[in-house]
């Protein structure tokens, strides 16, 4: 019998296995947030090394929150086709599926963030390495989570795959801008702000920024970490639960 | 963990309703080791639902089953980790290549990578895939990902194998190669299989036993010849010269369930080929030597039109009658 980290590794070598063959899909994917920053930062008031401090943790946390949002389409053709189904007899843990798949779309992320660390570094942005891998595996935690909430968006959707689509852009926004993303919260009114207290992505985010510059000795770690934790497990168990009741 | 000795599959009162659709609606079933078995019923009489069942894909709403010595309910890994399972689609990603989705499928059943690696290129060897199997999935023919879905439902050698409509989609040079692997993949390893149709030829080849399924409950349970004996039975066809002859013939036989049809005269009987030559003998002795003669064998069909008053012929299963006819030279 296997362990759920053999399995886990199982579904995500297989989930990254066509990329191999088909590079490009890769390399626009990383190119797309590297425009996005390109036409943003510049917009950015003030200091430009301060501005990019504030703004590069942000734009990795969106891009993994587009990417693992996007778990479950993948998913939507593999229940037609029957290989979902396939996965599902066999003996791999139901975690392992969900966070395999995660974890495929959030990978390349990794990537991407040391890419548009690389590219930001002669404009006078610093970070701090230890500081940002910790920041890392607090969004994987979150991206676990998202992700296995898309997967079980999937398999509710099945039938009328719009759906999929309808919700996941629906709440994908509100996500992203009630936790200060792109946009910092504190100019906003204080509903906004209640709003955005109840967005464990925020937590993250504010955690991200610390960690970036490398105040790790902080209370929004702690906060962070926590949200990511609660996001993952809650969406592991919903993923888990949808699955066991998807006919 | 040691799985109970006995039956390959037990099943009781088992039942599964979709909201108010009784799809599965209280089956009992036991295949002993080896068997190799035929669900044969209409689109929609539940057989997809019931492997789905005794593959762990959904619960039962009511009844148990126990498949490969587990329950499938309270312990679904052992039943997945000892079966193998060949749904109605096609289990290999479309955008992945043939031969890593074998290795993945290994992995997922435990095999290092070196077995598992292994393990494909035999199986790719086994099932003619040689020339497909580094290509994308999306590329290959119906037959091809037909293969290839056996492949994998192979990969862990599981001692019991589900295939749910496994050649259906098929062209006949197709579908009578899928069957041939089943047959030799039984008699190589023992396997024991079970398998869904709505082929009537598919059945009546391929399983000893058949188990007939309408409105989800099983209708009949026996080998093909058996159900079309008991069920059925054959009938000859006599043809004699003129009208008198035949209801002449009639009279000799009148021990007999015989009705003359103008030249013709039909008998309905059991063992219709052995009868025959007996049958003739005393018709010569009485005069009356018969010009023709055909033995009509039932076909499975016949026996669900017997049961239900309905041919599976309809409502889409269109399988392709074999003629069920043997004619004998006089
Ligand atoms: N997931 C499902 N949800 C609702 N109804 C279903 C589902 N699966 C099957 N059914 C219904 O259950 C009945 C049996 O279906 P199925 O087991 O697929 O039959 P078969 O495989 O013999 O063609 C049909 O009426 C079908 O519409
Ligand atoms: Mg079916």
């Not at chain 2, 599965?24 to 492997?51: F, W, Y």
Request: hydrophobic content about 45%; some cysteine; charged content about 20%.
């Amino acid at each position: 019998m296997t362990s759920l980290v053999a399995d886990t590794r199982t579904v995500f070598s297989r989930e990254l296995r066509p990329l191999r063959y088909d590079p490009f899909t890769i390399i626009i994917s990383m190119v797309q947030p590297l425009v996005f920053l390109a036409l943003f930062a510049p917009l950015l008031p003030g200091d430009k090394s301060e501005a990019l401090r504030w703004f590069v943790p942000g734009i990795i946390v969106m891009s993994c929150l587009f990417a693992s949002s996007m778990t479950g389409s993948n998913l939507l053709f593999e229940i037609q086709t029957g290989s979902h189904e396939r996965m599902l007899v066999t003996p791999l843990r139901r975690p392992a599926l969900l966070i395999g798949r995660a974890l495929k779309e959030i990978v390349p992320m990794v990537a991407q963030a040391a890419l548009i660390v690389v590219v930001c570094l002669p404009f006078g942005y610093r970070l701090s390495v230890g500081g940002a891998l910790l920041g890392l595996v607090i969004l994987a935690g979150f991206s676990i989570g998202l992700g296995a909430l898309s997967y079980a968006l999937a398999l509710a959707a099945k039938h009328q795959e719009w759906m999929f689509w309808v919700v996941q852009q629906t709440l994908l926004f509100p996500i992203l801008l009630l936790a200060g993303v792109l946009l910092p919260l504190d100019g906003g009114p204080g509903w906004l702000r209640t709003l955005a207290s109840f967005n464990p992505l925020r937590y993250v985010v504010d955690a991200e920024r610390a960690l970036f510059t490398g105040d790790i000795w902080q209370s929004t770690t702690v906060t962070g970490l926590v949200a990511a934790a609660a996001v993952g497990a809650f969406g592991l168990f919903v993923g888990v639960r949808a699955m066991n009741r998807s006919t | 963990m040691k799985p109970s000795v006995g039956h390959m599959i037990e099943t009781r009162g088992l039942t599964k309703h979709f909201k108010d659709v009784r799809a599965v609606d209280g089956i009992d079933l036991t295949v002993a080791r080896g068997e190799l078995v035929a669900l044969l019923g209409p689109n929609g009489a539940g057989k997809s639902t019931t492997l789905r069942m005794l593959t762990t894909l959904i619960p039962p709403t009511a009844g148990t089953a126990t498949v490969a010595g587990f329950d499938v309910v309270r312990r679904q890994r052992e039943v997945r980790q000892r079966i193998g399972y060949i749904g109605q689609g096609n289990g290999a990603g479309h955008s992945q290549r043939g031969r890593d989705e074998l290795i993945s499928q290994g992995r997922a059943y435990g095999m290092g990578v070196r077995p598992a690696r292994a393990r494909a290129a035999e199986l790719i060897e086994s099932l003619g895939l040689g020339e497909v199997a580094d290509r994308k999935v999306a590329t290959l023919s119906g037959g091809q990902r037909r293969r290839l879905d056996i492949a994998m439902g192979l990969i862990h050698a599981p001692e019991l194998l589900f295939l749910d409509e496994p050649s259906t989609g098929l062209d006949p040079q197709n579908r009578a190669n899928l069957q041939e692997h089943i047959l030799r993949l039984r008699a190589e390893h023992g396997t024991t299989i079970v398998l869904t149709t709505h082929y009537l030829d598919e059945a009546d080849s391929m399983a000893e036993r058949v188990i007939v399924v309408d409105h989800g409950r099983v209708i009949a349970d026996d080998s093909p010849a058996r159900l079309k004996a008991e069920h059925v039975g054959d009938t000859i066809l006599l043809g004699f010269d003129s009208e008198q002859e035949t209801t002449a013939a009639a009279a000799t036989l009148s021990g007999r369930d015989s009705h003359p049809y103008g030249k013709e005269l039909r008998i309905r009987t059991q063992g219709g080929p052995r009868q025959v030559p007996g049958l003739l003998e005393d018709l010569r002795s009485a005069g009356l030597p018969a010009a023709s003669v055909e033995v009509i064998r039932p076909t499975l069909d016949d026996v669900f039109l017997t049961l239900t008053g309905r041919s599976l012929r309809e409502g889409g299963a269109n399988a392709d009658r074999q003629p069920a006819v043997e004619l004998v030279e006089v």
